[in-house]
């Protein structure tokens, strides 16, 4: 299947970026090259059109949601999530969930939870959200494949607290 | 050389004279210009190997990076460790158990490496400890001690844990012979009632759980050190043995008599026959079996109650002595498998053996009588050849893989380099002061990484700032790659260190664990998510199911503990990152801290004995808001009334309607989770 193959293709990508946090001094260097060409880089295509960064560029939404991958999404929202996120729309440590499809593309909800330090360096809204917690959101290691159940759960619990979802494909 | 007609004494006290005056020159003589160049690691860079050193007195491992001389870490073994809790938290409390009940500290001395094909392969460390006779396990993906055996019926288990080539075995002898069993007896009917244990471990090459063997029953002597064969002599274990005068009072003198000592040869692949053939006698006895169960952190212990014993005398070909110089400690065989250095201590020569003429004298019988059954193989026929007055004291030997040993000289103060074949001396370089063992990268092995050499020292004096009468035990590096050796770097260690193996990093670099998968913790106490914390009473004891995440405890409020009660702090580190492990201190608490891994659980007992509010919080900083991540328990008297409740950011919840909720959840994704994992 597809869908399968790409996810494969994505955890690799992710577990290479995994590796890479070894060497203090590579990280040094990224950072570096980083804040330089800044002046001049252009922002990526994939945050103009309000995906983020990361390894997700395209997730494909059926309008039923499916309940296996409910069930899986809440249990790892439960342990790796709930600590900092509410699903109503209290902030505590972070933003609570509440209507969340409705102001974030999927690919940015996956990517934020997949690519989190990019993420918090290089995405704008990110950044915004950063500016207002003042807590780093953590790398918890969520997995492409876990990262997509979570947002099946997020869609759900869209529908429960504020009675649609998935509001910011279309925008 | 006068030094033939000095006793041992009057050579040490000599020899310590001149060390303790003017030695300074003679360090500046010898520390050539681009030594910092060579000891350099840039910052952020990594060194190319690690060297693990054991403690010593202090019970504990380090591991350093060479060549830069850097403390990685402190790993805790045989002694309890507040820092982190080893030892106190209810989880690892079992690792101390032994037949004589928790015995919290011991002296560790020989650090062995795993080894695949006489080989480093970077999976385990092993290291003894002398006093309640332990053998324990560090896993090296995760720098945690794991397992520790106590071996039965031994006194000071200094001679351990001696690996073979594929750590079939871990090989170690009683440093002290005592009565088997132990028995009320005068001391001075040693001869009589005394006698000494060789033991071999064996290591399930899956897992690396240690499981007692077989014991041989010895002469009573004192077994000192050993190696196991390689290569051609594979199969064969060598141990030296000082106090064949079998002495029991003012060793110092009285085991110093006989010109020379023994070192026993075993042939435990025969001995793996004889078990077989059941020509073993079953000894009842008690020892204790701690092993850390790798899914939930938690060590069980087992009390062990049977051991197997081989007598010589009932197991021919089995067990042969040879003479070998007077008080030998080192017992080193070089990366052929074929020479085998006695290390005479205070012998002004040393025996090189060899495997081959060994092997030759035993088919031919070339025997000079027997010891207790054991035939004692005449000392020229198995000689290869003697170094001669190579210097004062030889302690210690490893090899480069060039065909060069390096021997470590106690009472003279210096590392001699010298040729195995040829028995030439190549060159001595001084140390500061007395070293005691030295070790080289893979130096015990088929293929040494002959770059560096450590010497580690016993006595410090003058090389750093004093810090009163107890200073920092002294290492120095040599680089050992050219034809001179060169010292390079000179620093502190912790403890006494006594022995260290040193592995290329490649090697263990790469299965270092970062954190560990929250999804595979099985702790039974485990709390895997924020809205699973809660409290639950039984009896007095209460039971705190906490969640850590940066930065904040949950629960953080709890109330209705009263005093008397046990509270069971069971901490779960949610981070699912590198580097971010969280504390968790309580104020009244009489053990230690907790310091808990991403991903793991662990358990601190609090014993409330005073009514009031505590205050508890995270001891390692962790983020911006560490300083924020606490909370509070309120301890009622222990008739109070108080209901257990507990909260984080809200009002305190009362247990009965959580629990309920909370067990309900649990069971429903449980179902889900079966059934999604199908």
Same mark, same amino acid.
């Given at each position: 299947?597809?869908?399968?193959?790409?996810?494969?293709?994505?955890?690799?990508?992710?577990?290479?970026?995994?590796? +890479? +946090?070894?060497?203090?001094?590579?990280?040094?260097?990224?950072?570096?090259?980083?804040?330089? !060409?800044?002046? !001049?880089?252009?922002?990526?295509?994939?945050?103009?059109?309000?995906?983020?960064?990361?390894?997700?560029?395209?997730?494909?939404?059926?309008?039923?949601?499916?309940?296996?991958?409910?069930?899986?999404? !809440?249990?790892?929202?439960?342990?790796?999530?709930?600590?900092?996120?509410?699903?109503?729309?209290?902030?505590?440590?972070?933003?609570?969930?509440?209507?969340?499809?409705?102001?974030?593309?999927?690919?940015?909800?996956?990517?934020?939870?997949?690519?989190?330090?990019?993420?918090? !360096?290089?995405?704008?809204?990110?950044?915004?959200?950063?500016?207002?917690?003042?807590?780093?959101?953590?790398?918890?290691?969520?997995?492409?494949?876990?990262?997509?159940?979570?947002?099946?759960?997020?869609?759900?619990?869209?529908?429960?607290?504020?009675?649609s979802k998935d509001g910011a494909i279309e925008s | 050389m006068k030094t033939k007609f000095i006793t041992p004494i009057a050579a040490i006290s000599v020899?310590?004279?001149?060390?303790?005056?003017?030695?300074?020159?003679?360090?500046?003589?010898?520390?050539?210009?681009?030594?910092?160049?060579?000891? $350099?690691?840039?910052?952020?860079?990594?060194?190319?190997?690690?060297?693990?050193?054991?403690?010593?007195?202090?019970?504990?491992?380090?591991?350093?990076?060479?060549?830069?001389?850097?403390?990685?870490?402190?790993?805790?073994?045989? #002694?309890?460790?507040?820092?982190?809790?080893?030892?106190?938290?209810?989880?690892?409390?079992?690792?101390?158990?032994?037949?004589?009940?928790?015995?919290?500290?011991?002296?560790?001395?020989?650090?062995?490496?795993?080894?695949?094909? @006489?080989?480093?392969?970077?999976?385990?460390?092993?290291?003894?400890?002398?006093?309640?006779?332990?053998?324990?396990?560090?896993?090296?993906?995760?720098?945690?001690?794991?397992?520790?055996?106590?071996?039965?019926?031994?006194? @000071?288990?200094?001679?351990?844990?001696?690996?073979?080539?594929?750590?079939?075995?871990?090989?170690?002898?009683?440093?002290?012979?005592?009565?088997?069993?132990?028995?009320?007896?005068?001391?001075?009917?040693?001869?009589?009632?005394?006698?000494?244990?060789?033991? $071999?471990? &064996?290591?399930?090459? %899956?897992?690396?759980?240690?499981?007692?063997?077989?014991?041989?029953?010895?002469?009573?002597?004192?077994?000192?050190?050993?190696?196991?064969?390689?290569?051609?002599?594979?199969?064969? #274990?060598?141990?030296?043995?000082?106090?064949?005068?079998?002495?029991?009072?003012?060793?110092?003198?009285?085991?110093?008599?006989?010109?020379?000592?023994?070192?026993?040869?075993?042939?435990?692949?025969?001995?793996?026959?004889?078990?077989?053939?059941?020509?073993?006698?079953?000894?009842?006895?008690?020892?204790?079996?701690?092993?850390?169960?790798?899914?939930?952190?938690?060590?069980?212990?087992?009390?062990?109650?049977?051991?197997?014993? =081989?007598?010589?005398?009932?197991?021919?070909?089995?067990?042969?002595?040879?003479?070998?110089?007077? &008080?030998?400690?080192?017992?080193?065989?070089?990366?052929?498998?074929?020479?085998?250095?006695?290390?005479?201590?205070?012998?002004?020569?040393?025996?090189?053996?060899?495997?081959?003429?060994?092997?030759?004298?035993?088919?031919?019988?070339?025997?000079?009588?027997?010891?207790?059954?054991?035939?004692?193989?005449?000392?020229?026929?198995?000689?290869?050849?003697?170094?001669?007055?190579?210097?004062?004291?030889?302690?210690?030997? %490893?090899?480069?893989?060039?065909?060069?040993?390096?021997?470590?000289?106690?009472?003279?103060?210096?590392?001699?380099?010298?040729?195995?074949?040829?028995?030439?001396? =190549?060159?001595?370089?001084?140390?500061?002061? #007395?070293?005691?063992h030295l070790v080289i990268p893979g130096g015990e092995t088929k293929k040494p990484d002959g770059k560096y050499l450590v010497a580690m020292n016993k006595?410090?004096?003058?090389?750093?700032?004093?810090?009163?009468?107890?200073?920092?035990?002294?290492?120095?590096?040599?680089?050992? #790659?050219?034809?001179?050796?060169?010292?390079?770097?000179?620093?502190?260690?912790?403890?006494?260190?006594?022995?260290?193996?040193?592995?290329?990093?490649?090697?263990?670099?790469?299965?270092?664990?970062?954190?560990?998968?929250?999804?595979?913790?099985?702790?039974?106490?485990?709390? =895997?998510?924020?809205?699973?914390?809660?409290?639950?009473?039984?009896?007095?004891?209460?039971?705190?199911?906490?969640?850590?995440?940066?930065?904040?405890?949950?629960?953080?409020?709890?109330?209705?503990?009263?005093?008397?009660?046990?509270?069971?702090?069971?901490?779960?580190?949610?981070?699912?990152?590198?580097?971010?492990?969280?504390?968790?201190?309580?104020?009244?608490?009489?053990?230690?801290?907790?310091?808990?891994?991403?991903?793991?659980?662990?358990?601190? =007992?609090?014993?409330?004995?005073?009514? @009031?509010?505590?205050?508890?919080?995270?001891?390692?900083?962790?983020?911006?808001?560490?300083?924020?991540?606490?909370?509070?328990?309120?301890?009622?008297?222990?008739?109070?009334?108080?209901?257990?409740?507990?909260?984080?950011?809200e009002a305190l919840r009362n247990n009965q309607e959580a629990a309920n909720k909370f067990y309900e959840k649990q069971k429903q994704e449980r179902e889900?989770?079966?059934? &999604?994992?199908?």
């Amino acid at each position: 299947m597809k869908k399968i193959s790409l996810s494969i293709v994505i955890v690799s990508i992710v577990a290479l970026a995994a590796c +890479g +946090g070894g060497g203090t001094e590579k990280k040094e260097t990224k950072k570096k090259e980083k804040t330089e !060409e800044k002046a !001049e880089k252009e922002v990526p295509q994939s945050i103009k059109e309000g995906k983020g960064v990361g390894a997700i560029d395209h997730v494909k939404l059926t309008e039923e949601l499916d309940e296996s991958m409910i069930q899986v999404g !809440e249990s790892i929202y439960d342990m790796k999530c709930a600590s900092c996120h509410k699903l109503s729309d209290q902030r505590v440590v972070g933003p609570g969930f509440a209507g969340i499809t409705n102001k974030r593309k999927p690919e940015w909800i996956m990517n934020m939870i997949t690519n989190t330090d990019a993420m918090l !360096e290089e995405d704008p809204a990110a950044q915004k959200l950063l500016e207002e917690c003042l807590t780093r959101m953590p790398n918890q290691n969520v997995s492409v494949g876990d990262a997509r159940q979570i947002l099946e759960f997020f869609r759900k619990n869209d529908m429960e607290t504020v009675g649609s979802k998935d509001g910011a494909i279309e925008s | 050389m006068k030094t033939k007609f000095i006793t041992p004494i009057a050579a040490i006290s000599v020899s310590l004279f001149a060390m303790s005056c003017g030695q300074q020159a003679s360090t500046e003589k010898v520390v050539t210009g681009n030594a910092a160049e060579k000891a $350099y690691v840039a910052p952020g860079e990594h060194d190319e190997f690690y060297a693990f050193m054991s403690g010593g007195y202090s019970g504990q491992i380090t591991a350093y990076g060479l060549p830069s001389g850097r403390l990685l870490k402190e790993i805790p073994v045989f #002694s309890m460790y507040p820092e982190n809790g080893y030892g106190y938290s209810e989880e690892t409390k079992p690792m101390f158990n032994t037949s004589y009940g928790h015995v919290p500290w011991d002296d560790s001395h020989h650090i062995e490496l795993s080894q695949t094909d @006489g080989e480093f392969d970077g999976r385990w460390l092993f290291v003894n400890g002398n006093n309640t006779p332990r053998i324990a396990r560090v896993d090296l993906s995760t720098f945690e001690t794991v397992e520790i055996l106590e071996i039965p019926d031994v006194a @000071g288990l200094h001679c351990a844990p001696f690996i073979t080539e594929n750590s079939e075995y871990l090989v170690s002898g009683t440093r002290f012979s005592v009565p088997i069993p132990q028995k009320d007896v005068p001391i001075e009917t040693y001869k009589e009632n005394f006698s000494g244990l060789i033991n $071999y471990v &064996s290591v399930d090459p %899956e897992h690396g759980h240690m499981e007692l063997a077989f014991q041989i029953e010895m002469p009573g002597f004192n077994y000192d050190l050993a190696r196991n064969g390689k290569g051609k002599s594979h199969g064969w #274990s060598f141990l030296t043995t000082y106090n064949s005068e079998q002495a029991h009072s003012l060793l110092e003198v009285n085991a110093s008599q006989k010109d020379k000592d023994l070192m026993a040869i075993i042939n435990w692949k025969k001995a793996e026959e004889y078990l077989a053939e059941g020509k073993f006698t079953e000894r009842e006895t008690s020892y204790y079996h701690n092993l850390m169960d790798e899914e939930t952190g938690i060590v069980s212990s087992k009390e062990m109650k049977k051991t197997k014993i =081989l007598n010589p005398a009932d197991c021919p070909d089995m067990v042969y002595f040879i003479p070998v110089p007077k &008080s030998p400690h080192g017992c080193d065989v070089d990366p052929t498998g074929e020479y085998i250095v006695g290390n005479g201590k205070l012998s002004a020569d040393m025996s090189v053996y060899s495997y081959t003429k060994i092997m030759k004298a035993i088919e031919e019988k070339n025997f000079d009588g027997e010891i207790d059954g054991i035939p004692v193989i005449n000392y020229e026929a198995g000689l290869h050849g003697i170094l001669e007055k190579p210097g004062l004291g030889p302690l210690h030997t %490893e090899f480069d893989g060039r065909g060069n040993a390096y021997t470590t000289f106690f009472i003279s103060s210096e590392v001699v380099k010298w040729d195995v074949e040829t028995k030439e001396i =190549l060159d001595r370089q001084p140390t500061f002061y #007395s070293p005691g063992h030295l070790v080289i990268p893979g130096g015990e092995t088929k293929k040494p990484d002959g770059k560096y050499l450590v010497a580690m020292n016993k006595i410090t004096k003058d090389r750093y700032l004093p810090t009163g009468p107890e200073l920092a035990h002294s290492a120095q590096l040599f680089d050992i #790659s050219g034809e001179k050796m060169e010292l390079i770097l000179d620093f502190p260690t912790k403890g006494e260190p006594h022995y260290a193996q040193a592995i290329s990093a490649d090697k263990v670099k790469p299965n270092a664990v970062k954190f560990y998968d929250i999804a595979q913790n099985k702790h039974p106490y485990a709390t =895997l998510g924020e809205r699973k914390s809660r409290v639950e009473r039984e009896g007095n004891e209460v039971h705190v199911y906490m969640t850590a995440i940066r930065s904040h405890l949950a629960p953080d409020n709890i109330e209705g503990v009263k005093v008397g009660d046990k509270v069971y702090f069971h901490l779960t580190n949610l981070e699912q990152d590198w580097d971010v492990p969280h504390g968790f201190a309580v104020q009244g608490a009489t053990n230690a801290e907790l310091l808990v891994m991403p991903g793991q659980t662990r358990t601190l =007992l609090w014993e409330p004995n005073r009514v @009031g509010v505590f205050a508890f919080y995270c001891t390692d900083f962790c983020s911006a808001l560490h300083q924020e991540m606490s909370g509070y328990v309120r301890v009622s008297p222990k008739d109070s009334d108080v209901e257990l409740k507990w909260g984080l950011n809200e009002a305190l919840r009362n247990n009965q309607e959580a629990a309920n909720k909370f067990y309900e959840k649990q069971k429903q994704e449980r179902e889900g989770l079966a059934s &999604s994992n199908k």
